[in-house]
Nanobody, 114 residues
Framework: QVQLVESGGGLVQAGGSLRLSCAASGSIFSINTMGWYRQAPGKQRELVARMSSGGSTDYADSVKGRFTISRDNAKNTVYLQMNSLKPEDTAVYYC????????WGQGTQVTVSS
């Protein structure tokens, strides 16, 4: 069994920063990709950022230059540094882990006030 636990969400003013963390535990054998998705009310879940085990990254166009994803493989943890936050970044942010199948965390709420 695999569990993902996100933390770091909260309320922040526009222009502020947050750092999200996601720690994976359980039957971890070989992690391919870890990443972050988000879902705003009434919208579909979308990719925010992801990083492969080799360190390559992908970002949504809407967050490029503002968000940075990183990994600590020894801790099976992925981070998302979010700077220059905008109200449109408000969403539930979900951690995703890809091995033989995909695993999802419970999500952490990020709310950006204008």
């Amino acid at each position: 069994q695999v569990q993902l636990v996100e933390s770091g969400g909260g309320l922040v003013q526009a222009g502020g920063s947050l750092r999200l963390s996601c720690a994976a535990s359980g039957s971890i054998f070989s992690i391919n990709t870890m990443g972050w998705y988000r879902q705003a009310p009434g919208k579909q879940r979308e990719l925010v950022a992801r990083m492969s085990s080799g360190g390559s990254t992908d970002y949504a166009d809407s967050v490029k230059g503002r968000f940075t994803i990183s990994r600590d493989n020894a801790k099976n943890t992925v981070y998302l540094q979010m700077n220059s936050l905008k109200p449109e970044d408000t969403a539930v942010y979900y951690c995703n882990l890809l091995m033989a199948r995909a695993y999802w965390g419970q999500g952490t709420q990020v709310t950006v006030s204008s």
